[in-house]
């Protein structure tokens, strides 16, 4: 079982920046990749960044140039900074893993659908609001 808990969401003026944080435990081992993912309101939760465990990583076209992915494999915690934010960052921000290298990384600035949700560990997620 792998349990993944988010940190860091906050609220921001547009141009601010924040870094979210994902602290993994249990069977992390058993993951070839993590990732992030977004839900903005009234829209599915989308793909954000992605990274696997050969450091490869793809960034959604969406925030490209502004957020970055990292990880620190010691301490099993995920990294997303996220630069010059706008108000359209703003929903739901949520960490997944995944026993798959590759399938993260065929969300990025794709919607999961629902009835694929349950392909991925999820983290409870965490807020971002970006408003003046």
């Known amino acids: 079982q792998v349990q993944l808990v988010e940190s860091g969401g906050g609220s921001v003026q547009p141009g601010g920046s924040l870094r979210l944080s994902c602290a993994c435990s249990?069977?992390?081992?058993?993951?070839?990749?993590m990732a992030w993912f977004r839900q903005r309101p009234g829209t599915e939760r989308e793909g954000v960044a992605t990274?696997?465990?050969?450091?490869?990583?793809m960034i959604a076209r969406s925030v490209k140039g502004r957020f970055t992915i990292s990880k620190d494999d010691a301490q099993n915690i995920l990294y997303l900074q996220m630069k010059n934010l706008r108000p359209e960052d703003s929903g739901i921000y949520y960490c997944?893993?995944?026993?798959?290298?590759?399938?993260?990384?065929?969300?990025?600035?794709?919607?999961?659908?629902?009835?694929?949700?349950?392909?991925?560990?999820w983290g409870q997620g965490t807020q971002v609001t970006v408003a003046s």
């Open positions: 990274i696997d465990n050969d450091e490869a990583y």
């Open positions: 249990g069977a992390c081992a058993n993951t070839y990749a």
């Open positions: 997944a893993a995944d026993s798959s290298a590759r399938r993260p990384f065929t969300y990025m600035d794709r919607p999961v659908p629902a009835s694929q949700l349950n392909i991925f560990h």
